[in-house]
């Protein structure tokens, strides 16, 4: 028998003895085992902080970002290999794209968070705060990645997306990972790893993976590593109690199954588009991975008065998919991994059956296309009715991880919420409306026992990603039974892997350390005009401050004719009597187009291609006629932007094949009295020395 390697300091290794064996989903099959045993797990951890770790920490967060990206486009490369062995957990070409493909996606959606973060190995969190009245003394925050090793201990049910889309979160930070998969289909995470090693895209050391037991793994932690976990909550607080976590203080990230609902609103009707929608929300959910989702739909709350129609329109729906082997292209729902999988939700279906009814389905038996229900791990879609939510426990508590939901009543919105929380906490919830109203009342009074909340309506059904779909730039995790954690979520999700540390000190010297500049630090002569000065030789801190320009009312009066912005106050005729201002004002435009032409320097060509953008524009004093302004024009930031890589010559434009970066600039606008009238931050793209 086959058995599956463990990547470990260097090396595929497998593990002594017969190991645990697995078995093909669909036909039951022995397909190969997993054993860990007899690895050095302390050898393990070590090696992943003092050579993973040093080498990630090493890498500036674009650098981290564009391997994220070479290994997601190299992993496409191999996907009929991932499908292939995917079919053998019982999922179907649907089920596999979710696993597969969405996990490759999250490598590419991570990746393109490296466009946020400065091209250095820490990044500054938040805003500056002067901390002095003569501005020389100040603090801000700094993130730098933890000296440890991110471990992931991960689910059954999504083999290759529960791992892609944790990795990613932590390589783009700057932490190496553990990865110890749900043993039963650990063999297609296996052959992902295997893939992504032969790329040599990764520094050594930045991935482990173990197939099998975690053995004593969690004895070897310190306070710089990070834990995720997905499973079963009774199993997250096993885990999240051992005595090596919290005497070091181990952040822990728990997704726990939990049990999550859908509702239908009040002011839905057989005849409208939304009552369809929920019905293929439903279907969809309980079907799809044959219902072994952390997110699927396991409570289903409808008006008291359509209870009846509804779950007779979902069992219709359930009718017409086609359950069996997920080679054969007819089928839409496969098995469920195993057979110990198929046993335990049975359990848990006896369980529920205590205070309910099977409406659709067959606990015992099932039809299968192309497949044998006794030797594969099939199990029949199950909705199951309870009328009395409210005195029932058991459908609250009591989770059967697969194609199982249960439809139940409540009279009001207000019933719908109160039901939504006795689930004690969830991933996500939906609810289907047309009304506007009735979503914000749900939302915001379900939102305290919720990770996630969808609205699902006409207008949105057609684009939405659905009930169950995480995404890499929104956070992922919910409060309570569902294990009170984050993970993904765009930024929020890279700094679970990162230390916040406060520093104080001098604008300039904080100027020094964050390669930022802040406000008040000493500039610096640039010798020429920052203009004239390529990319790579532009400095933070170079500093202009213009010649100044008086103000006029004919100035003012002519912006406003060219611009056609006649507000009452750039007129000077205007009585101003119970306004803000004196007299005549400028335009907060007129005075940012002066700026402008104060700090542009000449006619000549120039390493700047052109103005980005501006943000952060303030107009904090009104400029009146006679004043006289002048512009302090900082280099505060620069960004590097990659090259657009075009494959189809078509699509070439213009400036594609210039290497170049932006700058950010901070504007000050001054007026004769030295006092600050608006600020700015401006960018602009500036071509490299080297081409």
Not at 137 to 152: D, R
Not at 555 to 576: E, M, N, Q
């Amino acid at each position: 028998m086959n058995k599956l390697g463990n990547y470990i300091t260097g090396h595929w290794i497998m593990g002594d003895g017969d190991g645990q064996p697995l078995f093909n989903a669909v036909t039951g099959d022995a397909i190969g085992a997993a054993s860990t045993k007899g690895l050095d797990f302390a050898s393990i951890t070590n090696y992943a902080r003092t050579v993973g770790n040093p080498a990630l920490r090493k890498m500036t967060f674009h650098e981290r970002g564009n391997m994220l990206k070479a290994l997601a486009i190299h992993l496409r490369n191999h996907l009929d290999k991932f499908y292939a062995i995917s079919y053998q957990s019982g999922a179907t070409k649907a089920d596999s794209w979710v696993d597969i493909e969405g996990g490759i996606g999250n490598l590419f959606a991570n990746a393109s968070l490296r466009r946020k973060f400065p091209d250095e190995v820490f990044c500054i969190d938040g805003e500056s705060h002067n901390l002095s009245k003569n501005n020389t003394f100040m603090g801000t925050h700094i993130l730098v990645p933890k000296e440890g090793v991110a471990i992931h201990i991960n689910a059954f049910n999504f083999p290759v997306w529960g791992m892609l889309e944790k990795i990613a979160v932590n390589l783009l930070a700057g932490m190496p990972a553990i990865v110890k998969p749900a043993t039963v289909t650990s063999y297609l995470t296996e052959a992902v790893v295997k893939e992504i090693i032969a790329s040599n895209i990764l520094p050594e050391g930045a991935l482990q993976l173990i197939c099998g037991s975690a053995g004593d793994l969690l004895e070897h932690i310190t306070s710089q590593d990070v834990i995720t976990f997905t499973g079963s909550a009774s199993t997250g607080l096993m885990l999240r109690s051992q005595p090596a976590i919290l005497r070091e203080n181990v952040p822990f990230n728990m997704e726990a199954d939990s049990l999550n609902c859908i509702v239908l609103g009040n002011d839905v009707e057989p005849n409208m588009p939304e009552w369809d929608i929920f019905v293929k929300e439903v279907r969809k959910e309980m079907t799809l991975k044959a219902g072994q989702r952390c997110t699927g739909i396991r409570r289903i709350f409808v008006p008291e008065n359509k209870m009846e129609d509804l779950w007779k329109a979902i069992s219709t729906s359930l009718a017409q998919t086609t359950i069996g082997n997920p080679l054969n292209e007819k089928v839409r729902m496969g098995s469920l991994a195993g057979e110990t999988q198929r046993k335990e939700v049975r359990e848990q279906v006896q369980k529920l059956l205590a205070s309910s009814q099977i409406v659709y389905g067959s606990l015992d038996s099932v039809d299968v296309l192309d497949a044998d229900a006794a030797k594969g791990a099939f199990l029949s879609p199950l909705l199951l009715m309870n009328d009395k939510p409210f005195t029932s426990t058991e459908v609250h508590d009591v989770e059967a991880f697969g194609p199982v939901s249960t439809i139940m009543p409540y009279k009001t919105t207000e019933e719908a919420i109160v039901l939504s929380k006795l689930g004690k906490g969830s991933l996500c919830s939906s609810i289907v409306t047309a009304d506007d109203k009735i979503a914000k009342q749900y939302v915001i009074g379900a939102a305290t026992h919720h990770g996630r909340i969808l609205v699902l309506n006409r207008d949105c059904a057609k684009e939405s990603t659905g009930h169950g779909s995480p995404l890499p730039l929104l956070v992922h995790g919910g409060p309570g039974r569902a294990g009170g954690g984050e993970e993904m979520g765009g930024l929020r999700g890279v700094k679970h892997y990162l230390q916040r540390t406060a520093i104080q000190g001098s604008p300039t010297t904080i100027t020094a350390i964050t390669n930022v500049y802040q406000p008040h630090a000493k500039g610096k002569d640039p010798g020429k005009h920052p203009f004239k000065k390529y990319f790579e030789e532009l400095q933070i801190g170079d500093q202009i401050i213009t010649e100044k320009r008086i103000i006029t009312s004919e100035d003012i009066d002519r912006f406003a004719d060219l611009s056609g912005d006649h507000f009452y106050a750039h007129i000077k005729t205007t009585d101003f009597t119970g306004t803000m201002f004196e007299q005549q004002v400028a335009h907060g435009y007129f005075i940012m187009s002066i700026a402008a032409g104060l700090f542009v320097d000449g006619y000549e060509k120039n390493p700047v291609l052109l103005n980005y953008g501006i943000d952060e524009l303030r107009f904090t004093k009104p400029v009146y006629p006679g004043a006289e302004v002048y512009i302090r024009f900082t280099c505060k930031e620069k960004l590097p932007n990659d090259k657009r890589i075009v494959e189809n010559p078509e699509d070439f434009k213009r400036g594609d094949d210039i290497e170049k970066g932006i700058v950010k600039w901070l504007v000050e606008f001054f007026d004769e009295t030295n006092e600050v009238t608006g600020i700015a931050t401006i960018l602009t793209m500036v071509k490299k020395i080297h081409q």
